[in-house]
């Protein structure tokens, strides 16, 4: 049977080929069913927009067989969209983040594309001017970041928590970049490790975590070669050090780690510890502020801690986050597997 996924209507652009079949939902003697609206190979005019307006229709669907071809078409539009000023600030987030998700699934499938990582300095690219351009984008993303802790979904909220944080600590563009695209490659050597040690519910055994501890090491490799930036390099190499030098792979400790690999190891323990992983549940942000500073001090940079600190606030703004029905809340990461 065909499945159907909500989409908002606000995250079409107008005269564009969207390459996907859009449906209506209607009931017919209680059961629902879904009538074609658009077909794919058509223009998305204003007309059709008018008919929905006038309809007071918020929500399309699309088949789950297209939702691959929908987040192609809002990466390849992802300028636009973050550039319309009739968009609002969550539907923009949305965007932002469910592109980067699906990218770096791709990413994962396939971490030697060079493609896959040209569309990673482009996202970045556009993650930048839109965090600049939009006051609201520091609480809409923070709402939109995953709760639940996937290898892709961490690399994701890193980049977008990093970008933001970045931008507090007047990181200029370059080094924001830099720094992005570190972070969403930051795990990239763990597609390397057997996913039932990824995965393992409960403790490792010390030699699961052995092997675990090779992922930087085995991201350096895999992204050798590939023009990437050494800021961003250092960020997959160093962001498992330890400011006292007991962290890995290369035990360095202080200012040896680079600014970049010192940030990483804060937001990189703040979203593990605050998304809910297979052995443990998420905690609170002031919860696992504290259980850092209490268990885990020495592992960082104070100054940037105390920076951080201030930089999140009072406010915990994932804890809003919409639990409406819709493509991003609803079973995507079990489509797409
Ligand atoms: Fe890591
Ligand atoms: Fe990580």
């Known amino acids: ?57 918020k929500k399309l669907f699309i088949s789950t067989n297209d939702v691959q071809k929908y987040f192609n078409y809002q990466e390849k539009n ?28 791709d990413l994962a499938n396939d971490p030697r594309s060079g493609t896959h990582l040209r569309r990673v300095t482009k996202w970045v690219d556009n993650t930048i001017n839109y965090i600049f351009d939009d006051e609201n984008a520091f609480s809409s993303l923070v709402k939109v970041t995953s709760h639940d802790y996937y290898t892709y979904t961490h690399c994701v909220n890193l980049s977008v928590l990093g970008l933001l944080f970045g931008k507090y600590l007047f990181l200029n563009p370059y080094e924001l970049k830099c720094f992005g695209t570190g972070l969403l490659l930051h795990d990239i050597g763990k597609v390397e490790i057997p996913l ?87 905690k609170r942000p002031f919860a696992a502020l504290m259980e850092m500073k209490e268990h885990m001090i020495t592992c960082f940079d104070l100054e940037l801690l105390k920076e951080f600190i201030s930089f999140l606030g009072p406010h915990d703004p994932r804890r809003k986050r919409r639990k409406e029905e819709s493509i991003y809340d609803v079973g995507i990461d079990k489509v797409i597997s």
């Open 1 to 57: 049977m065909d499945k159907y996924m909500s989409i908002n209507y606000d995250t079409l652009l107008e005269n564009t080929k969207l390459g996907y079949d859009l449906y209506l939902k209607t009931y017919v003697k209680g059961i629902p069913r879904y009538v074609l609206f658009y077909r794919g190979d058509e223009s998305f005019g204003n007309d059709r927009r008018e008919e929905l307006i006038k309809q007071n229709i």
């Open 78 to 105: 992802l300028q636009s969209i973050i550039g319309d000023k009739n968009k609002s600030s969550e539907e923009k987030s949305q965007t932002v983040y469910h592109v980067a998700k699906y990218l770096a699934m």
């Open 196 to 282: 039932t040690i990824i995965n393992k519910p409960g403790k490792l055994t010390k030699e699961e975590f052995e092997i675990v501890k090779g992922h930087p090491v085995a991201g350096q490799n895999l992204l050798e070669d590939k023009n990437i930036e050494e800021g961003a390099l250092r960020i997959v190499i160093e962001h498992h050090e330890n400011f006292d030098g007991t962290g890995y792979p290369n035990r360095i400790g202080g200012m040896d780690i680079h600014l970049f690999g010192r940030i990483a190891r804060i937001i990189d323990v703040y979203d593990a510890v605050t998304t809910r992983r297979s052995y443990a549940g998420a």
